[in-house]
């Protein structure tokens, strides 16, 4: 997105809006470099018409009608003092229509991580400077060199194959090595890069711009920002390491959508295996100062608490290096599919390629016969298969098929998304959330609370300056300033809350994703159940301040100023709906699911879509529900249950 001089200064405007800077030690968000930031992230954003949405909100901002519109009087926003633009954004966040809400939301997001995570002119960003928070590290010298050696076409290429994968995460990493072991010839095809060991440490922007997706940002409506891995290996390079198998109650539940297998000795074997190959242990989560808290609070509560099982081998540090792991693992403990399933296909002979955003299926008489791709610089690349393994994540495998012609009612549709929120707590002592264990505590204390297996679960995860912006209210550039200087001293409980109702994926006309989700009334009790519980855990461990992620600014001191009753009440009143109270999702599964029927389902038991026999699905768009946990171990038992059949088909 290349912005005209007006655009940039306008953007200029808002973001030293929120970002001030304090005249001393803190720049503005301008004297940072923030803006050039933000434009080169949303410059990644697939979707053309809302880049075309925000160059005609800057083309208007400094207007006399968005004066008016803004609450301000018919008068220009650069006319306005520092005090009165702030009362300006905080009546979009605070307005009645939630279309308002989502825009505030989407500016405040976009000002706070850039400013967070923008190195700046000195390469070290001086906030990082006043909370203690370390610079990139650069990647280790002793690092070896990558093991994988992917194929980069440069010109138009025309390929053949017994099977074709679409991704090559926690889905496609898995089928990959299935199929490759029971001797077809396989290519995968990933959009995004190769990254290895000496390519981590780069810091959070670094580390969001080449191992994340581009987008889609959030849904559509501004209800949650949406965040997912795009590159070799998808979200196994990314997450948080933790690996929990499907709950039984689960897998019961989607065998009753007509997968009978998922109750079955076939799936529990393909769980087993995936846990023994990933080297799922519980040796390795030892406790850090932000599990603690979570430990500290839930048996002060008298609580459900247990270890978190985690895919890594004996190389984790489990400290310093294990918390930067959201952004790379530099010391290659993590046990994602590049060091696992994708290293076995390549052995086997497996073809990975990179750099390759396919965009279509080709279908003709009811069959897939190949499919097409391009790469970032136009090359065309066409793959002919016997068969496609779509996994290339709930959001772009939907759109991926419908793309590509197929009309089941059911694909795009059933999209889940575990929304995640989280309260802060600061303490006297410092937490460092940004170091220690990945995720080494679970506490599952509300996991069922309508007796049919929806709630909620409590985890923490490190929080890094960047990250953290998603989960945070903004009431003021002071308040915000106050919360980041406190940052070293802060932790964050989860709430990850097991949707019942679900959303939906569409395309619009360029084919780009486009997703819809509105938390229901139902999973929002759940959610404000777990926003309420999880200030009990803050409590209970000894938190001098306890603030939700509402845009209202819901907070107390316990002892000094307010309860958790009045914060429950507050909290109630603040609403969950678009632009509210922030969220993430960080888990999206759900949007091609497998069952019984083509009434119900947009797969059938083998993973075969309805419309065409050969296109099998293997990611998380699989689920026929939420599992209600973190999400990878079943993805990966998924693919390997799949493509077992598949191969069995094939040969």
């Known amino acids: 997105m290349e912005p005209t001089a007006q655009q940039r200064a306008a953007l200029g405007m808002i973001c030293d809006t929120f970002l001030p800077g304090d005249g001393l030690t803190l720049p503005a968000a301008t004297e940072l470099g923030a803006v050039d930031t933000i434009f080169q ?45 702030e009362q300006a954004l905080l009546r ?39 909370i203690g928070y370390p610079a990139p590290t650069g990647p280790l010298q002793t690092a070896p060199k990558p093991a994988l050696a992917p194929l980069r076409y440069t010109e138009s290429t025309t390929l053949t194959c017994d099977v074709v994968i679409v991704g ?53 409506e501004g209800q949650i920002t949406l965040v997912s891995g795009s590159c070799l290996g998808g979200g196994t390079v990314v997450n948080w390491s933790t690996s929990l198998p499907t709950p039984d109650r689960v ?49 002060a509560l008298g609580w459900d608490l247990d270890t978190l099982p985690r895919n890594v ?117 410092e937490i460092r959330g940004w170091e220690g264990g990945l995720q080494t505590r679970i506490s599952r204390e509300h996991a069922d609370l309508d007796g049919n297996g929806y709630g909620v679960i409590y985890e923490t995860g490190p929080i890094h300056p960047g990250l953290a912006t998603g989960f945070l209210s903004w009431r003021g550039a002071a308040a915000h300033r106050a919360t980041m200087l406190d940052f070293a001293r802060s932790d964050a409980i989860g709430i990850i809350t097991r949707d019942r109702d679900p959303g939906t994926v569409s395309i619009d006309k360029a084919g780009e994703a486009i997703v819809k989700y509105k938390l229901s009334d139902y999973d ?26 509402h845009q209202a600014g819901v907070s107390y001191e316990p002892g000094v100023r307010g309860s958790i009753d009045e914060f429950d009440a507050a909290a109630k009143a603040a609403g969950y709906g678009p632009g509210q109270c922030a969220m993430g999702a960080l888990h999206i599964m759900g949007s091609a699911r497998m ?29 026929p529900t939420a599992p209600g946990v973190n999400p990878m171990v079943s993805i990966e038992a998924i693919a390997y249950m799949n493509a077992k059949r598949l191969a069995a088909q094939l040969s």
């Not at 889905?171 to 995004?192: F, K, M, N, P, S």
């Not at 797969?603 to 699905?617: C, F, K, L, Y």
């Open 41 to 85: 992230i949303l410059g990644r954003n697939p979707r053309e018409a809302e880049k075309k949405q925000l160059a005609m909100l800057l083309g208007l901002w400094d207007s006399r009608l968005t004066g008016l519109l803004t609450g301000s009087g018919p008068r220009k926003f650069s006319t306005l003092s520092q005090e009165q633009r």
């Open 92 to 130: 979009l966040g605070d307005s009645g229509l939630a279309p308002v809400r989502a825009i505030f939301q989407a500016l405040k997001q976009a000002s706070l991580l850039a400013y967070n995570v923008t190195p700046g002119p000195t390469g070290t960003n001086p906030l990082w400077k006043e």
């Open 168 to 220: 090559s995460g926690a889905g496609g990493g898995t089928a990959a090595a299935v199929l490759a072991a029971a001797g077809l010839d396989v290519i995968v095809l990933e959009r995004g890069n190769y990254y290895d060991d000496q390519d981590f440490g780069g810091g959070e922007l670094a580390g969001l711009t080449s191992l994340y997706a581009a987008g889609p940002p959030g849904s559509a």
């Open 251 to 299: 897998r019961q539940e989607w065998a009753e959508l007509g997968a009978k297998q998922f109750a079955e000795d076939e799936y529990g074997d393909a769980l087993a295996q995936v846990s023994k190959r990933i080297g799922v242990n519980v040796e390795r989560s030892p406790l850090s100062k932000r599990d603690a808290v979570l430990e500290r609070g839930a048996l």
């Open 313 to 429: 081998s004996d190389a984790c540090d489990a400290g310093i290096e294990c918390g930067r792991c959201g952004y790379g693992c530099r010391l290659g403990a993590k046990q994602s599919t590049t060091k696992t399933w994708l290293a076995d296909a390549a052995a086997s002979g497996a073809r990975l390629v990179v750099d390759a955003d396919v965009r279509k299926i080709e279908v003709k008489n009811g069959r897939a016969e190949a499919v097409s791709a391009r790469t970032a610089d136009g090359a065309e690349i066409t793959v002919r298969a016997r068969a496609v393994v779509v996994a290339a994540g709930a959001i772009q495998t939907p759109a991926l098929l419908k793309r590509s012609g197929l009309r089941n009612k059911n694909i795009g549709r059933y999209l889940r998304l575990h929304p995640a929120a989280a309260v802060f707590g600061v303490f006297d002592e």
């Open 524 to 549: 929002a009790g759940h959610l404000h159940t777990g926003i309420v519980g999880a200030a009990k855990i803050l409590e209970a461990a000894g938190a001098q301040r306890i603030v939700s992620g």
């Open 595 to 623: 069952g019984g029927s083509p009434e119900l389902s947009a797969t059938n038991p083998d993973g075969a879509t309805w419309d065409v026999a050969n296109i099998v699905v293997a990611d998380g768009s699989s689920f």
